[in-house]
Nanobody, 121 residues
Framework: QVQLVESGGGLVQAGGSLRLSCAAS????????MGWYRQAPGKQRELVAG???????IYADSVKGRFTISRDDAKNTVYLQMNSLKPEDTAVYYC???????????????WGQGTQVTVSS
């Protein structure tokens, strides 16, 4: 099993910043793609940002220019720097990590417990 520990959520005012962290632990040799998803009340879970093992990134249009995803492979950790936060960013944020299967033919997805981000107006 792989465990993901998320931290950094909290309550901030509009325009503020937060930095989310997600550290993976367990038995594995490498990590492929990593990303952050969020789910707001009454809405579907959506991809916020993703980063590949080579460093390529993708962002939801709603967060481009405000959020930055990064990874530290030495620490098996992915980060999400969130600046200029808006009330519509309020959601539970989930870390997702893709780890190669033991056979090497496909990946397994692992999810964090989620961390609450609340942005007040």
């Amino acid at each position: 099993q792989v465990q993901l520990v998320e931290s950094g959520g909290g309550l901030v005012q509009a325009g503020g910043s937060l930095r989310l962290s997600c550290a993976a632990s367990g038995t594995f040799f490498s990590i492929n793609d990593m990303g952050w998803y969020r789910q707001a009340p009454g809405k579907q879970r959506e991809l916020v940002a993703g980063i590949t093992s080579s460093g390529s990134t993708i962002y939801a249009d709603s967060v481009k220019g405000r959020f930055t995803i990064s990874r530290d492979d030495a620490k098996n950790t992915v980060y999400l720097q969130m600046n200029s936060l808006k009330p519509e960013d309020t959601a539970v944020y989930y870390c997702n990590v893709q780890i190669p299967h033991e056979l090497g033919y496909w990946e397994n997805d692992y999810w964090g417990q989620g961390t609450q981000v609340t942005v007040s107006s």
